[in-house]
């Protein structure tokens, strides 16, 4: 639409179901591109993803037209799709349902990058469940833990 401007910045973060830590290091890199590109491919602009071997992070511009919901629909089902169809992992994969979204102003994008980018180190110090109720608590999202996180069979 003409004269239609936005500047929407959201970081998204999903788990493996049941947290299970199997994104592999020899596989992740290529997996973090193809979920790039489903980001980039509904018009949504990728800035970064990256993650450890349980969970994900991606940091994006988001097209108004598009819904977060639909557009976490569309990575999580094409990205495990890709994985299963690849035969990455011995069992079928499957990402945990659900996901934080957390939106950001311009000002913060340079600090969000450099928080994504740095993963490894950061889940050296953290646990993916420590940081994501971290996550919740800065953004004052209420919730309840017990429901925050399938239990881990």
């Known amino acids: 639409m003409a004269n239609t401007y936005h500047q929407i910045y959201i970081q998204v973060v999903f788990a493996v179901k049941y947290r299970e830590a199997v994104i592999a290091d020899d596989w992740k890199a290529t997996l973090f591109g193809v979920i790039g590109n489903l980001i980039n491919e509904t018009g949504c602009k990728t800035i970064i993803v990256n993650g450890v071997e349980d969970h994900v992070h991606c940091f994006l ?63 050296k110090k953290q646990t993916f469940k420590q940081e994501y109720l971290e996550f919740l608590d800065k953004f004052n999202v209420p919730f309840e833990e017990r429901y925050v996180f399938e239990e881990l069979i």
């Open 61 to 123: 511009g988001l097209k108004p037209t598009v819904s977060i919901s639909e557009l976490m629909k569309t990575v999580k089902a094409k990205s495990s799709k890709y994985i299963n169809d690849q035969k990455l992992t011995i069992f079928r994969f499957e990402w945990q349902e659900g996901y934080g979204a957390f939106s950001y102003s311009q000002s913060q994008v340079g600090s969000v990058y450099k928080y994504v980018a740095n993963q490894e180190q950061h889940h």
